[in-house]
C-alpha cells in the first residue's frame, strides 16, 4: 500500500499549485512503483524505490509531475552557472511556467537527497538549518543567471530536500512508524520551511521539504 500526505503553509501565495504538484509527484511514484519489480515491497531482500533512487531522479519525476499539471512548462536540467569565466555550478533545475497572457514565470529549483535516520537525528532546527544551506547555493545561481542572462528575470527559488527512508529489517515496520509521528507532529507553521510532503509504503518511504522565495529573501536564523 502507498500513500501521500503533505502539509503546506496556509499563508503561501502559491498554495494550491504546490498542492496540486505535491499530488502529482505522489501520483508519479506510485506509477513507477507499480511499474518496476525492483520496487517490490513483498520481498523483503529486493532493492527500494526510495533507496535507488538519486537527488536526479527524484528531479526527473517531479519534473514529470509539473509537466502533468500544466502542460507548457519547460524544463532545463543541470545547467552550468559562470561568473565570468569562472565556474560558479550547477543549478538543478530551472522551470518556465506561461500564464494566461503568455508570459512567464520562472522558478528556480536547487536540490539535496538525504538519508532520513529516524526522530533523534530531524528536529525543525535542523531541518531549517539544511534550507539555509541550499537556500543560499540557489541564490547564488539566481543572481548570476540575472546578471548575465535575463534583464527581466525574476525568479522562484524553490529549495527542496529529499530524505528517503530506509526499507526495514525482516519486515519492521519501525522506521515508518517513527516517521509517522515525525510527519503528524511537525509544526510547519513554526518553521522556514514552506511544504513538507511524505510519500511511503508500509517499510520504505521519502520526505520532500521545502521553501519558495525570491533571491533576496531573508531566511530565518533558527
Not at 13 to 18: I, L, N, Q
Not at 53 to 77: C, H, M, Q, Y
Not at 134 to 140: L, W
Request: charged share 25%.
Amino acid at each position: 500500500m502507498f500513500k501521500a500526505e503533505h502539509k503546506i503553509k496556509s499563508n503561501l501565495k502559491e498554495y494550491k499549485s504546490v498542492d496540486l504538484v505535491c499530488g502529482s509527484f505522489g501520483n508519479e511514484i506510485k506509477q513507477v512503483l507499480k511499474s518496476f519489480p525492483i520496487a517490490n515491497n513483498e520481498n523483503e531482500e529486493a532493492a527500494s524505490l526510495f533507496f535507488l533512487n538519486t537527488e536526479s531522479s527524484w528531479l526527473g519525476l517531479l519534473a514529470l509531475a509539473i509537466r502533468r499539471v500544466d502542460n507548457k512548462a519547460s524544463f532545463l536540467e543541470e545547467l552550468t552557472i559562470y561568473n565570468h569565466d569562472k565556474h560558479v555550478g550547477r543549478l538543478d533545475l530551472l522551470i518556465s511556467v506561461p500564464n494566461k497572457h503568455d508570459e512567464s514565470r520562472y522558478y528556480l529549483v536547487e536540490a539535496k537527497c538525504r538519508e532520513w535516520k529516524g526522530l533523534d537525528y530531524w528536529s525543525i532546527s535542523n531541518a531549517n538549518g539544511n534550507f539555509n544551506n541550499i537556500y543560499e547555493q540557489a541564490s547564488k545561481y539566481a543572481k548570476e543567471i540575472i546578471r548575465k542572462s535575463f534583464s527581466h528575470f525574476e525568479p522562484e527559488i524553490i529549495s527542496l530536500s529529499f530524505d528517503w527512508i530506509r526499507k526495514g529489517i525482516s519486515g519492521s515496520s519501525q522506521r515508518i512508524d517513527g516517521a509517522n509521528k515525525y510527519f503528524y507532529d511537525f509544526e510547519i507553521e513554526k518553521t522556514d520551511i514552506d511544504f513538507l510532503s511524505f510519500y511511503h509504503t508500509e517499510v520504505d518511504g521519502l520526505f520532500v521539504y521545502g521553501k519558495i522565495g525570491k533571491p533576496n529573501s531573508q531566511m530565518t536564523n533558527t
